[in-house]
């Protein structure tokens, strides 16, 4: 099991990742006086550094962009590039450069008056020029899942929601999504404490208020979380998520559809040994477009 340095102290890295805000007094001190923490995955010194990003008032632990000092196997922080089969080009719909992400969705995070979706043209220029492909919204959870390095298990202990919430979130914190900042269009479901229920709903609530319609139309947003109960209604069906008390509501089609496809994921929902499981694979988390 792996150790972390914050400061001058030395911490269990697994209950830093699944507790950050346990660690806020310790993570804010080292952020301001040495500027990042160091991975004990590897005792050689110096050791490999990371990053300290504040989210909101808790900080969470990212992997620090081309640090040469590279981490072992099993590490939570160990470079994951290789999953792609070759080198990414100007033409694929999931790019990253220094640690940055880049990700184009076949999806229109727009919505004119109306209802009529604006075309999916909307991104910068210069992708449009390349003729870039655009992943769909499943392609990009899977994708998000590996870049975070949960679809490896290291061997030992066990992996909580918010140990999967702080590396998702670390990894795409500065994303673009179709040329957007992904902090305005995607939201993590962070596990709920009760000590930070008002900023955790508070957080929500901002992010469902970006989504609110004007006369113009409406801005969509994604949000990734943990299904904790699908139900039909009466003109199609409703989803909740574990970290929260809002109910999302589904057309007839879309309900009808998450059925046919998704029947292995959807018998898992409710079940702790599904969400225990070592791999915690990603079809137990799903997309929502507010």
């Given amino acids: 099991m792996f150790k972390v340095r914050i400061g001058s102290e030395e911490h269990d890295l697994d209950r830093v990742l699944d507790s950050p805000a346990d660690y806020a007094r310790e993570l804010d001190r080292a952020k301001t006086h040495q500027g990042y923490a160091e991975c004990g995955c590897n005792m050689v010194s110096p050791r490999p550094k990371l990053v300290i990003r504040r989210h909101g008032k808790i900080f969470i632990l ?3 962009p081309d640090d040469p000092r590279p981490h072992l196997k099993g590490c939570p922080f160990l470079e994951r590039f290789s999953r792609l089969n070759g080198a990414a080009t100007e033409h694929d719909a ?3 450069a220094d640690g940055t992400h880049d990700v184009r969705l076949d999806v229109s995070l727009k919505v004119a008056a109306g209802g009529q979706t604006t075309s999916k043209r909307e991104r910068p220029e210069s992708a449009s020029r390349s003729q870039r492909r655009a992943a769909p919204l499943l392609a990009f959870l899977q994708y998000a899942w ?7 298990w290291p061997g030992y202990g066990r992996r909580g929601w918010n140990a999967c919430w702080s590396r998702v979130v670390a990894e795409l914190a500065e994303c673009k999504i179709n040329g957007r900042p992904g902090s305005e269009v995607l939201h993590v479901m962070e596990r709920w404490d009760e000590a930070r229920t008002a900023e955790q709903s508070a957080e929500l609530e901002a992010f469902h208020d970006r989504a609110s319609a004007s006369k113009d139309g409406y801005q969509r947003g994604l949000i990734i ?4 109960s699908l139900q039909p209604s009466p003109h199609g069906g409703r989803l909740k998520l574990r970290q929260a008390r809002h109910w ?4 007839k089609d879309l309900y009808e559809q998450f059925q046919r ?8 929902i409710g079940r702790e ?5 070592p791999a915690i694979p990603p079809t137990r988390w799903r997309w929502l477009t507010a």
């Fill in 273 to 277: 040994d599904c969400s225990s499981s």
């Fill in 94 to 96: 999931f790019r990253s």
């Fill in 62 to 64: 990212a992997r620090w």
């Fill in 248 to 251: 999302y509501f589904l057309s």
């Fill in 225 to 228: 979380g943990e299904i904790d």
């Fill in 146 to 152: 590996q870049s975070a390095g949960l679809h490896v």
């Fill in 261 to 268: 496809r998704y029947q292995m994921a959807i018998a898992g």
